[in-house]
């Protein structure tokens, strides 16, 4: 961001700004009309898919190498923002993409980007397979297994929560390689879905964002070829927390995105409805609420495209850096939607705790922000050692 000498203001550089304008109208018109069906009959957002394919913005992080649009960490964090205004689920496709590829970005072969990159950027999509039943937050204690078998590996286990499960073609999947050398014989595989052995279980049934299917994965000597693994051996582990210092700004851009779509149609609403024979918006206790939500709203922003910006210099650069900004940005945006949606609905009234307007939804929507890619608890910790480092 650089300093405008005309207003004295921080403003994101002119090629963002045209990024979100057109990015904006394409939600506009491609997306939030169909968002509350999405979400009333848990469907895909197969609308916001084609439009985002057709437009370039589904994988906005792929190298143009790879047939994508070489955006860097502030285009897709902007991307990802302004669909979440309208859609939360819809969202979740080019959040997810990144979240699937990055690891294999960082750390794969160059052989192995080119096998999987161009379909990502071709429309195909991507998810990322760590969590386990009971390995989540702790994501060391995971028990699925990979053995090697000539020159492929064989994978037996399981994997939960896996968001956009059934409707991606490559998974970046955790496996424990060496059982006695804890976190550091964890590896990564890119695994197909028409790969021997793999198949996809049932869905949840969830509070929000229940347009974007979130399922379970079953590895039955799931048979991978050896050119398939992310990186070396037992480098699976640190390639995860790599992949989140860079992702974790992206679920803070969706949070963001949520809570702005909340505090405009709060600021629509309270224009024009009527008590007491004045306008909710002339009542003082009505103008500090939209204040305090208009602050939080503001500084995410400023934390997200920092930790967006600092993504882009990467570990080498002061790695330590990025996981705070990363697990900061995170945790700070997701609870400030949680909270901006919260007294959206109240400003809505009775209105706000129906389906009639689209509040109550992005309330639902805004809890799993706190939850997923490390919950608010674990990237205070992540925050807390790093600061004390």
């Avoid at 018109?29 to 848990?42: C, E, L, R, T, Y």
């Amino acid at each position: 961001m650089a300093l405008n000498p005309d207003f004295d203001l921080f403003q994101l550089p002119e090629e963002y700004q045209a990024l979100r304008e057109s990015i904006r109208a394409l939600a506009e018109q491609d997306i939030a009309p169909h968002a509350k069906d999405v979400d009333a009959n848990s469907r895909f957002p197969e609308e916001a898919l084609e439009s985002l394919n057709a437009n370039g913005f589904n994988a906005i992080h792929v190298p143009e190498e790879y047939g994508g649009q070489g955006g860097d960490s502030v285009a897709a964090a902007i991307v990802i923002e302004e669909v979440a205004r309208v859609c939360g689920s819809s969202s979740l496709i080019p959040a997810v993409n990144k979240l699937g590829t990055m690891g294999l970005i960082l750390s794969g072969s160059e052989e192995l980007k080119q096998k999987v990159l161009p379909d990502i950027a071709g429309g195909k999509m991507a998810s990322y397979a760590l969590t386990e039943r009971e390995a989540g937050s702790d994501a060391g204690g995971m028990k699925t297994r990979a053995r090697q078998d000539g020159d492929d590996w064989i994978i037996d286990g399981s994997k939960c929560f896996i968001t956009n499960g059934g409707k991606s073609t490559w998974y970046t999947v955790m496996a424990v390689t060496d059982p006695e050398a804890g976190s550091h014989g964890i590896s990564a595989f890119m695994v197909h879905k028409d790969d021997e052995g793999f198949r996809v279980g049932g869905l949840e049934h969830k509070l929000g964002i229940k347009g974007s299917p979130t399922a379970e994965l079953y590895f039955e000597n799931c048979r991978v070829p050896g050119d398939r693994m992310v990186g070396e051996p037992g480098t699976g582990f640190k390639t995860a927390l790599a992949t989140l210092d860079h992702t974790r700004p992206t679920i803070g851009a969706q949070a963001l995105g949520l809570a702005q779509g909340a505090f405009d149609a709060a600021v629509a609403y309270v224009k024009e409805r009527e008590q007491f024979g004045r306008k909710i918006a002339d009542f003082q206790n009505t103008q500090f609420m939209l204040a305090d939500m208009k602050m939080k709203i503001d500084a995410a922003r400023l934390m997200v495209y920092t930790a967006a910006a600092n993504a882009e210099r990467g570990h080498a650069e002061g790695g330590e850096r990025l996981g705070l900004l990363a697990a900061g940005s995170k945790t700070f945006a997701s609870d400030t939607a949680m909270s901006v949606t919260t007294d959206a609905v109240q400003l809505f009234g009775g209105y706000g705790f129906t389906q009639d307007f689209p509040v109550e939804r992005m309330m639902r929507d805004a809890k799993i922000t706190q939850i997923y890619e490390g919950t608010n608890q674990i990237c205070r910790m992540v925050m807390g050692r790093q600061i004390l480092a």
